[in-house]
């Protein structure tokens, strides 16, 4: 069993999360909302250092234009600091050439921006964005690149094509369709395609006559929310193409809704909780078809439209496909919040009764099994001061009894948050 930071490889019944909050006097900030990649590594504190301080003086100072200098000065003593973070280094030295900029220093100015650029040109992780406004302004005085803007074309997925079929052009040859989905995310839906008729069509025309106008005219309406779409907008549902996104949470469409999907619910249900994941689509006479997508765990739905979007037919018969079941991140985040956020500030107001400075960090190692039970905890500090024996006693009592979604495989959790008093 392979133990790792988020940012490494994730097996499909083993998770180790890293991920850093700070929890403050009794009140925690835990990493994470729900749009965050499973990814990318958060690191967040709540203690203000003092690099962050004299850098914030002196963007105050050279907002007003007063005292120039001494926002000089202050960034030079920031910068100078040796356990500066790289975000506070980059804030550094953004404002350190603005107040070059403002002592009339222009080399000087472009210079700091200039190094930065090179000091950082073999590194791809490096967020150089703000630089390059800044270099470009200081040369060109406009922080935009000049010429036309080119959009990126948006994904067009083979199912789009797909579905072309059930949209056919007016006289015109302009396309006119109506979506109603209930549940999934249009983030996904969009970064993959699935229902880009534009860009379908437009393709379709391109293949068909290479030299011709490649206009197209294609209207789309989309009404997309969660299940309660259905008694909402069913009476209309003959005029476009339904799509529903199935699980076994809070996106179990209930069964007096059945009619309107491709299988019955019970059936559904059945092969959702036999863990399998699939989509299939049921013929509509007279209007497009309805499409049903269904995974055990919501979390687990963009995978299977991920699979969709890469078929170049209508799924009639169910298509099932391989998603695995582990924890994700988000669903671990979303434990941690809910439930023991309460349990361990309650824990941590308890230490500071005694030791109103105590502060640092602690780690919390889990095995979950397939049913989503703590079925083991340790909570490990390096901290002398956390390491009371009160303190992580409450905190090992409280752990065992996070609930975690059932994913059907144990699951290995390394979850850091630093601890900070006010």
Same mark, same amino acid.
């Given at each position: !069993?392979?133990?790792?930071?988020?940012?490494?490889?994730?097996?499909?019944?083993?998770?180790? %999360?890293? %991920?850093?909050?700070?929890?403050?006097?009794?009140?925690?900030?835990?990493?994470?909302?729900?749009?965050?990649?499973?990814?990318?590594?958060?690191?967040?504190?709540?203690?203000?250092?003092?690099?962050?301080?004299?850098?914030?003086?002196?963007?105050?100072?050279?907002?007003?234009?007063?005292?120039?200098?001494?926002?000089?000065? &202050?960034?030079?003593?920031?910068?100078?600091?040796?356990?500066?973070?790289?975000?506070?280094?980059?804030?550094?030295?953004?404002?350190?050439?603005?107040?070059?900029?403002?002592?009339?220093?222009?080399?000087?100015?472009?210079?700091?921006?200039?190094?930065?650029?090179?000091?950082?040109?073999?590194?791809?992780?490096?967020?150089?964005?703000?630089?390059?406004?800044?270099?470009?302004?200081?040369?060109?005085?406009?922080?935009?690149?000049?010429?036309?803007?080119?959009?990126?074309?948006?994904?067009?997925?083979?199912?789009?094509?797909?579905?072309?079929?059930?949209?056919?052009?007016?006289?015109?040859?302009?396309?006119?369709?109506?979506?109603?989905?209930?549940?999934?995310? *249009?983030?996904?839906?969009?970064? %993959?395609?699935?229902?880009?008729?534009?860009?379908?069509?437009?393709?379709?025309?391109?293949?068909?006559?290479?030299?011709?106008?490649?206009?197209? *005219?294609?209207?789309?309406?989309?009404? =997309?929310?969660?299940?309660? &779409?259905?008694?909402?907008?069913?009476?209309?549902?003959?005029?476009?193409?339904?799509?529903?996104?199935?699980?076994?949470?809070?996106?179990?469409?209930?069964?007096?809704?059945?009619?309107?999907?491709? !299988?019955?619910?019970?059936?559904?249900?059945?092969?959702?909780?036999?863990?399998?994941?699939?989509?299939?689509?049921?013929?509509?006479?007279?209007?497009?078809?309805?499409?049903?997508?269904?995974?055990?765990?919501?979390?687990?739905?963009?995978?299977?439209?991920?699979?969709?979007?890469?078929?170049?037919? %209508?799924?009639?018969?169910?298509?099932?496909?391989?998603?695995?079941?582990? &924890? =994700?991140?988000?669903?671990?985040?979303?434990?941690?919040?809910?439930?023991?956020?309460?349990?361990?500030? *309650?824990?941590?107001?308890?230490?500071?009764?005694?030791?109103?400075?105590?502060?640092?960090?602690?780690?919390?190692?889990?095995?979950?099994?397939?049913?989503?039970?703590?079925?083991?905890?340790?909570?490990?500090?390096?901290?002398?001061?956390?390491?009371?024996?009160?303190? !992580?006693?409450?905190?090992?009592?409280?752990?065992?009894?996070?609930?975690?979604?059932?994913?059907?495989?144990?699951?290995?959790?390394?979850?850091?948050?630093?601890?900070?008093?006010?």
């Amino acid at each position: !069993m392979k133990m790792h930071k988020l940012t490494s490889t994730i097996t499909p019944s083993v998770l180790t %999360l890293a %991920l850093w909050a700070p929890l403050t006097g009794g009140c925690a900030d835990l990493p994470g909302d729900a749009g965050e990649s499973a990814d990318t590594e958060i690191a967040q504190t709540a203690e203000v250092s003092e690099a962050a301080l004299r850098i914030e003086q002196a963007e105050r100072l050279l907002d007003r234009g007063q005292d120039i200098q001494q926002a000089q000065a &202050l960034l030079t003593e920031a910068l100078a600091i040796s356990d500066i973070i790289p975000e506070e280094r980059a804030a550094a030295l953004l404002a350190l050439s603005r107040a070059h900029e403002a002592l009339g220093e222009t080399e000087k100015a472009i210079g700091v921006i200039e190094d930065e650029i090179a000091r950082n040109a073999g590194n791809h992780d490096w967020a150089g964005r703000d630089f390059a406004k800044r270099l470009r302004q200081l040369l060109t005085g406009s922080k935009t690149a000049p010429g036309p803007k080119v959009p990126l074309a948006a994904p067009v997925a083979p199912f789009a094509k797909v579905l072309l079929d059930y949209f056919p052009p007016s006289p015109d040859g302009a396309v006119h369709a109506k979506f109603y989905l209930a549940g999934g995310t *249009s983030a996904v839906s969009n970064e %993959l395609g699935t229902f880009n008729l534009h860009g379908a069509l437009r393709a379709k025309r391109e293949q068909e006559c290479p030299l011709c106008d490649l206009d197209v *005219s294609v209207g789309v309406s989309v009404s =997309r929310s969660d299940w309660l &779409l259905i008694p909402r907008s069913q009476a209309q549902f003959a005029e476009g193409m339904t799509v529903f996104y199935f699980d076994l949470g809070d996106g179990r469409i209930p069964e007096r809704y059945e009619a309107h999907l491709p !299988m019955k619910v019970a059936d559904i249900v059945s092969e959702l909780e036999a863990g399998k994941s699939f989509v299939v689509a049921k013929e509509r006479p007279g209007s497009p078809p309805a499409l049903l997508l269904a995974a055990p765990r919501s979390v687990m739905l963009p995978v299977v439209e991920d699979h969709l979007s890469q078929l170049d037919e %209508l799924p009639t018969e169910p298509r099932y496909f391989e998603v695995s079941p582990r &924890l =994700r991140p988000e669903e671990i985040r979303a434990v941690i919040r809910g439930q023991w956020l309460g349990d361990l500030r *309650s824990c941590y107001d308890q230490l500071l009764t005694d030791h109103p400075q105590a502060g640092g960090k602690i780690e919390a190692d889990l095995k979950v099994d397939g049913d989503g039970r703590v079925t083991f905890s340790k909570i490990r500090t390096d901290d002398e001061v956390l390491q009371q024996p009160r303190f !992580m006693t409450c905190l090992d009592e409280t752990v065992v009894d996070l609930e975690f979604p059932t994913s059907g495989g144990e699951t290995t959790i390394t979850y850091p948050l630093r601890l900070t008093p006010n």
